[in-house]
């Protein structure tokens, strides 16, 4: 069996040596064997691990959800409904951000249009505003 040392993981899975090691102390990624010579040996499995956990975080999710999905895929025969539930729950926390960001937007088109910009900032309604703590 081929295996991979540490440079050629990062590499083939497009990160840094650092994350690989930080995935490992978090759980992610399972303790490679090790060389006679004390160098870390992956399998070709863990190229795919390690693309599932990148794709997985850069979809939003944090780090405990992905070791929730690692979890369901040790068993391959079980129904997906616990997989379905977590793409659910992600799906709607993004919906919930993105709502909050909207929220944001309008409140600072608001405040832009409260001001020309031809005051000084002693006088700036924005300014103001902020200062209140009153939203536009």
């Known amino acids: 069996m081929t295996t991979l040392r540490i440079g050629e993981l990062a590499r083939t899975g497009n990160v840094n040596l650092e994350t690989i090691r930080y995935y490992e102390r978090e759980g992610l990624m399972r303790p490679p064997q090790r060389t006679p010579s004390g160098h870390r040996a ?79 900032v002693s006088e700036c309604p924005i300014l103001e505003s902020l200062d209140s703590g009153r939203r536009s």
Not at 62 to 74: G, H, Q
């Open 42 to 120: 992956y399998a070709p499995g863990d190229v795919l691990r390690l693309r599932f956990i990148k794709q997985s975080h850069a979809l939003g999710f944090t780090l405990t959800e992905i070791k929730e999905l690692l979890a369901l895929k040790v068993a391959p025969n079980q129904p997906c409904i616990d997989v379905v539930r977590q793409i659910e729950a992600k799906a709607l926390e993004v919906k919930t951000k993105i709502a909050h960001l909207q929220a944001i937007e309008r409140t600072l088109d608001n405040l832009k249009a409260s001001c020309q910009g031809r005051c000084s």
